[in-house]
């Protein structure tokens, strides 16, 4: 083909935002597709210069019928073919590197064609070495797509390579690969340690997460179901603020960390049997599947629903309006981390009824749960509630108490402040007998 007609065409693409508009069809240089001017939603701005990108394979090497150039399929075709195979479409690696991200983000229909260009691109990309494809082309390959299978040897190949040696998603994913093995790889649990050991270096929370199943199970590890139960109760500790403050986070999962640790206190697996703590638990991970559904397979949430009603069934709890007595004081205080700082405000006794009415608040969000009637609510601000039956209060000042640590021992509600001289009580709500328990 003559370069000159070449230069023609590509010389229709720059600046040709008017030119566009006045068509009524367009060709893409790139991608041969032909299709209506209208369809058109996407432009580049090159310093004041408009180029139109095109709606299937996002490149700006888009030609309009109003620039009077030929734009039958055959022609398209052969100029595509001569562009190719001159390389002219690889100078626009930014406009690649926008379909691929708009690809991921399921901006664009996954389907054979888009697939086909999205692993032109990446290809492309990883062959200039950026990161980002590599960790593209394996995570494609690692789930496969509509008309590309599944092929994990081929994801490990893309992880594996240096340029991601200290990605942690990529050592996570890599980790996975060994676990199971391939038709090429046989399992290796040592070399799933050495992979999460090293995420969890580079700071994974999900790779630590990943390591208490290895510890729980004794694979490439001598099985240690209490060093998990602890690390996984510091990971809630950590994923219980930092969902509520900033919102679901895959590296500090907080509804996989509960789950996780409600079969270890469901069990007695590392940890002594507590089902009030497991049933609280299982809510917390209830409430991250139902706020988050998007985030979870369904096998997951399965799971979770069939913790929460194992134990519903045992208790003989069902749905029902939240109520905001002691009980649902006691339950959500039992879920909170060590040394959350909470006050009690409006402080109200009335002896003669035995009812104490107050306002609980928070610096930061927290989930009140109310395990009888199998609900969860997220408080950021203040909520009242009432307890009845209340033989006494103890206190230096009633006003506003700020408290860092709860006990409920026997009928007696305590609360501490932390201060120079350590832990110091500063206010005791003293029941009486009934309201022991529920």
Not at 67 to 73: C, I, N, V, Y
Not at 245 to 266: K, N, S, T, V
Request: aromatic fraction near 10%; charged fraction near 25%; charge should be negative.
């Amino acid at each position: 083909m003559n370069e000159g007609l070449l230069n023609r065409y590509l010389e229709h693409t720059e600046d040709n935002e008017a030119e566009i508009v006045s068509s009524s069809k367009v060709a893409c240089l790139s991608c041969g597709t032909i299709s209506s001017a209208r369809e058109v939603k996407e432009w580049d701005d090159d310093e004041g210069k408009v180029k139109a990108c095109c709606p299937l394979c996002g490149l700006p090497t888009v030609v309009g019928d109003a620039s009077r150039l030929p734009l039958d399929q055959d022609t398209v075709l052969k100029i595509r073919s001569h562009l190719l195979h001159s390389g002219g479409d690889k100078r626009y690696h930014n406009e690649m590197r926008r379909y691929c991200d708009r690809f991921i983000g399921n901006e664009i229909e996954h389907n054979a064609f888009s697939e086909k260009i999205f692993l032109r691109y990446s290809h492309f990309l990883a062959a200039l070495g950026e990161p980002n494809a590599f960790s593209d082309l394996g995570d494609f390959y690692m789930n496969g797509g509509v008309s590309v299978p599944a092929d994990r040897d081929e994801a490990a190949k893309w992880y594996s390579d240096p340029v991601l040696a200290y990605d942690c998603p990529a050592l996570i994913n890599l980790a996975i690969i060994y676990n199971g093995g391939t038709a090429k790889r046989k399992a290796n649990p040592k070399k799933v340690v050495e992979l999460l050991t090293k995420a969890e270096m580079l700071g994974s929370h999900k790779a630590r997460m990943m390591l208490c199943d290895l510890y729980d199970e004794g694979q490439g590890v001598k099985a240690d179901p209490f060093l998990s139960t602890k690390v996984l109760t510091g990971l809630y500790d950590l994923a219980y603020h930092s969902y509520l403050i900033q919102g679901y986070d895959p590296d500090l999962d907080l509804g996989e960390i509960a789950a996780r640790l409600f079969a270890h206190f469901h069990q007695g697996f590392g940890a002594a049997v507590d089902d009030e703590g497991a049933f609280g638990l299982a809510l917390v991970a209830s409430y991250c599947v139902q706020a988050n559904p998007d985030q979870y397979d369904k096998a997951f949430g399965r799971q979770v629903e069939g913790f929460v009603n194992e134990l519903a069934a045992q208790y003989g709890y069902k749905t029902a309006e939240m109520v905001f007595d002691v009980d649902t004081f006691n339950d959500s205080m039992l879920m909170l981390p060590r040394a959350y700082l909470l006050r009690l405000s409006n402080l109200e006794f009335d002896a003669a009824s035995h009812t104490l009415t107050f306002d609980l608040l928070s610096p930061t969000p927290v989930l009140l749960l109310d395990y009888a009637s199998l609900q969860t609510k997220l408080l950021s601000g203040s909520q009242s509630f009432a307890f009845d039956s209340v033989a006494q209060v103890k206190g230096d000042d009633l006003g506003d108490v700020n408290f860092s640590a709860y006990r409920l021992e026997g009928d007696s509600l305590r609360f501490f402040r932390l201060g120079e001289d350590g832990e110091r009580e500063i206010l005791r709500i003293e029941l009486f007998p009934k309201e022991q328990g529920k």
